[in-house]
């Protein structure tokens, strides 16, 4: 029987058992082989980083543990010191002469398979009152990962359209700020993220980034968009703005002009 390994979940230990904030969570895995099943966990944070090792537990401990159906969160990978423990060795053992890891050419577009599944499976989820508080959190996760790299822009900007369809645009300011940081030279990416600023009413930090994408030498179809963009918002601006914030303003543009 071929090895296989698969991720089980997240589940949870309590520390107390009147507090629900007193909880420990865990990645869990499955192993299998010709010899049986075996089990390994991983503690992690609350916002499912990893802060422990991967060690080996049996059924029994499995068994304390309880199950978060609710929590989407996964590893993107089955960590390796799994097979390594399968194998004999102590997790993280030293070794005299460590061999380079393998390299895969494939890996940022493998991530980004694995975060859209992972997206798709949290977007339905928003419907379904039980598992929607779980789906916002690891949805909140994403744009926090490490392992996000500029080819994953047009990724984000996807998600970042989604939650503004799902009517989140606090949560879709997150994935368009991560964006520009890591395409700060895209127009779009500046464009997008003053759309979210606007839905949001934060017009100042909205026209701060129309400008800077006109700035960045916009096509003149994109710019002709970029300052009717640049209109509406300052019109939205001004009818937003209380009078005696507008009596102020006026005074300050006169006092320019003298």
């Excluded at 895995?29 to 499912?48: K, L, V």
């Excluded at 080996?56 to 159906?69: C, F, G, K, M, W």
């Amino acid at each position: 029987m071929k090895p296989t390994t698969s991720f089980l979940g997240v589940y949870s230990a309590k520390k107390s058992p009147k507090s629900r904030k007193g909880r420990e969570l865990f990645f869990v895995w499955q192993a299998r082989d010709q010899t049986g099943a075996s089990f390994y966990a991983q503690a992690i944070s609350e916002s499912f980083v990893p802060t422990g090792k991967v060690i080996a537990i049996d059924v029994s401990t499995l068994n304390i543990l309880t199950y978060e159906p609710s929590i989407l969160a996964a590893p993107l990978v089955t960590p390796e010191e799994i097979v390594d423990i399968r194998r004999g060795k102590k997790p993280y053992e030293q070794q005299e002469e460590p061999s380079p890891p393998p390299v895969r050419e494939n890996t940022a577009r493998e991530t980004e398979r694995q975060m859209r599944r992972e997206f798709g499976s949290a977007l339905k989820n928003l419907d379904k009152p039980r598992e929607r508080s779980g789906a916002i959190r690891f949805i909140k996760t994403i744009p926090n990962q490490s392992n996000l790299t500029p080819s994953h822009s047009h990724m984000l900007r996807d998600f970042c359209t989604e939650l503004r369809k799902q009517r989140l645009p606090e949560i879709a300011l997150m994935f368009a700020s991560k964006t520009v940081e890591l395409v700060p030279g895209d127009d779009h990416a500046h464009f997008n993220l003053a759309r979210i600023y606007c839905i949001l009413e934060r017009y100042k930090d909205a026209i701060k980034e129309v400008h800077e994408a006109i700035g960045l030498g916009a096509t003149e179809e994109d710019e002709y968009i970029y300052q009717k963009m640049l209109h509406f918002i300052e019109k939205e601006e001004m009818r937003h703005i209380s009078p005696r914030e507008l009596a102020m303003q006026r005074a300050r543009e006169r006092a320019k002009n003298v």
